[in-house]
């Protein structure tokens, strides 16, 4: 599924209610630097050229919406058809967006939804800082299984340079998790065992996030085969951090 158009919605968001969308991605393909094998837009299409809106189109497009909509949103939320931090213009795109949301909708939180691939770009971390959420996402403690879900561009990144790019945030972001099974090209997935969870709670307390995210498959995948994982061991899943004082959200 892919998002036909710079803004869309508002949707209902699972986690954050009712949300306006922003792709800053080109509108008929994936553009990203994960291949997740459970992400709804599917896998990136490979191209030469990929035309992403330019600032002033995000901003016309964004105050068209705004100006025009019986109900405020709760959230405006950066997502759509891939990694939105790799637009070249993504920090002057925040300031625009900010600007847009004080004058028609103040209430509303600006969220950006990331794979946490960008965060060693200081300018990136800049416009992140100024936004009421940083959603970012770390799927595994372990290699093997990020590069098996998260199928990274970069064949070299490593769980330790993510995690390495989420400390200077000191704890002021949401970590977000996706948990599952299944199988991919003949090798099985489950970032659910005990090893991987271990790993995983490693590293939410060296982070020490102000909020978790987890979450399971929802909608189609391009993997057919994975499995979703039931709200009553996501549920088990949350506990050990839910009793260390952790803000937990369980969407399943």
């Known amino acids: 599924m892919l998002f036909d158009s710079i803004v869309y919605g508002p949707i209902r968001s699972r986690r954050l209610g009712i949300s306006l969308g922003i792709n800053l991605m080109p509108t008929d393909k994936k553009l990203c630097t994960f291949n ?22 995000v901003r016309e497009a964004l105050e068209s919406t705004l100006s ?23 920090a002057g795109i925040i300031e625009d967006i900010i600007a847009l949301r004080d004058r028609y909708c103040p209430k509303a939180k600006v969220s950006v939804l990331s794979n946490s691939t960008q965060l060693g ?3 990136v971390r800049e ?13 595994s403690g372990i290699d093997s299984t990020m590069q098996l879900i998260d199928q990274p561009v970069n064949k070299d990144l490593t769980v330790a340079r993510i995690v390495d790019m989420l400390s200077p945030f000191k704890g002021e972001f949401t970590l977000q998790t996706c948990f599952l099974r299944g199988e991919y090209k003949g090798q099985r997935i ?31 995948t391009p993997v057919e085969t994975l499995e979703k994982i039931s709200r009553e061991e996501m549920d088990r899943i949350a506990a050990p951090l839910i009793a260390k004082g952790y803000n937990v959200i369980v969407s399943a």
Request: glycine share 4%; net charge negative.
């Open 121 to 123: 770009r200081e300018s």
């Open 190 to 220: 489950d970032n659910t065992s005990d090893a991987e969870l271990e790993a995983w709670y490693r590293l939410v307390d060296r982070l020490h996030p102000q909020q978790l995210m987890i979450y399971v498959i929802d909608r189609a």
């Open 36 to 57: 997740c094998i459970y992400c709804e837009c599917g896998f990136n299409t490979p191209a030469l050229y990929a035309r992403i809106p330019t600032r002033e189109k």
């Open 68 to 90: 025009s909509m019986d109900i405020q949103p709760d959230v405006i939320t950066f997502s759509g058809n891939g990694e939105p931090t790799l637009h070249p213009k993504f």
């Open 127 to 139: 416009a992140l800082m100024k936004c009421d959420n940083r959603i970012l996402k770390l799927d």
